[in-house]
């Protein structure tokens, strides 16, 4: 399995901005979906972008028109614009890899906190 390292996370106040990103140990450019999820402790963890090769892309109602995921192929990196951030925003962001275009994911990263003040 290809092995995922995130980061980018922090502390942020609300209105605010963050990167993350998510480096692979090989080349990404066989993945045929890379993702970011989310999970806020007691909860169950929630897609919030996926991106397939091609470059189509999906998002949660709650971040469309606020987050923007990107891959770059040549760095092996996925990337997670966070713009406009809200409380509620607020989780360990987890990266995950797979070539196969469904089923579960069978990499993921390690997380990376997010945290958002009001």
């Known amino acids: 399995q290809v092995q995922l390292v995130e980061s980018g996370g922090g502390l942020v106040q609300a209105g605010g901005s963050l990167r993350l990103s998510c480096a692979a140990s090989?080349?990404?450019?066989?993945?045929?979906?890379m993702a970011w999820y989310r999970q806020v402790s007691g909860k169950q963890r929630e897609l919030v972008a996926i991106t397939f090769r091609g470059d189509n892309t999906n998002y949660a109602d709650s971040v469309k028109g606020r987050f923007t995921i990107s891959r770059d192929n040549a760095k092996n990196t996925v990337y997670l614009q966070m713009n406009s951030l809200k409380p509620e925003d607020t989780a360990v962001y987890y990266c995950?890899?797979?070539?196969?275009?469904?089923?579960?994911?069978?990499?993921w990263g390690q997380g990376t906190q997010v945290t958002v003040s009001s």
């Open positions: 090989e080349s990404i450019f066989s993945m045929n979906r």
């Open positions: 995950a890899a797979d070539r196969r275009f469904a089923g579960d994911f069978g990499s």
